[in-house]
């Protein structure tokens, strides 16, 4: 079955570490984001890519970086820049054509500082 | 900016009606409604691209009254899996991009 696939599940920083989230998809979907989530505050947007070797910014990407070398990852970088990275971070990427649009969502990776 | 979602929590008891409602400052392009279970990724359920759109399925629709710049989603005699936290994705246009923006969530609790 197609999905994205995020990992880890769960995991623990250090101050002054930078940790990266893994995300991939084999949906074939062009467009790919990752969100923050925080208790009631919805999904933020920290950046998205459209095409292979692009990706812009979103609301909150101060502290964060990506890659988009393939089509298939969207690799995530919390660096120490983040002052509060502690938070749900949710992949996703979004199938757009004549029959369909729609999100596609990781199950999440769960980011503690400790 | 962020589309306003009401209410913010609701109980209900099994096969008892519910209405969400997210209504944004914006002109809108489509709303796109999702369900997440706790710890578990967000599901989607439906979208609507046109005003005055209503879609459904199951015991589940929304309406999407463009002039009014708000959308609402029905849940129709709710069941135990109904339980979640619903989001609305409101998208609108700027500067020749679509944007898409999410509401903060409404909670629902279903009890038997």
């Known amino acids: 079955d197609g999905g994205i696939t995020q990992s880890p599940k769960y995991l623990f920083r250090k101050e002054g570490q930078n940790v990266t989230l893994s995300c991939e998809q084999n949906?074939?979907?062009?467009?790919m984001y990752w969100y923050r989530q925080d208790p009631g505050q919805g999904l933020r947007l920290i950046y998205y890519s459209q095409i292979v070797n692009d990706f812009q910014k979103g609301d909150i990407a101060e502290g964060y970086s990506v890659s988009r070398e393939k089509k298939e990852s969207f690799p995530l970088t919390v660096t120490s820049a983040q002052k509060n990275p502690t938070a749900f971070y949710l992949c996703?990427?979004?199938?757009?054509?004549?029959?369909?649009?729609?999100?596609?969502f990781g199950s999440g990776t769960r980011l503690t500082v400790v | 900016q962020q589309p306003v979602q009401s209410p913010q929590a609701v109980i209900l008891r099994e096969g008892e009606d519910a209405v969400i409602n997210c209504s944004s400052s914006?002109?809108?392009?489509?709303v796109h409604w999702y369900r997440q279970k706790h710890g578990e990724a967000p599901v989607f359920l439906m979208i609507?691209?046109?005003g005055g759109e209503q879609k459904g399925h199951d015991k589940i629709s929304a309406s999407f009254n463009e002039k009014k710049q708000q959308s609402s989603l029905y849940l129709t005699a709710s069941q135990l899996s109904y339980s979640g936290t619903y989001f609305c994705g409101t998208e609108y246009l700027m500067d020749s991009n679509y944007q898409l923006i999410w509401g903060a969530g409404t909670k629902l609790i279903i009890k038997p």
């Open positions: 914006k002109a809108l392009y489509s």
């Open positions: 949906l074939n979907h062009d467009a």
């Open positions: 609507l691209l046109k």
């Open positions: 996703a990427s979004r199938r757009r054509d004549r029959a369909h649009d729609d999100y596609t």
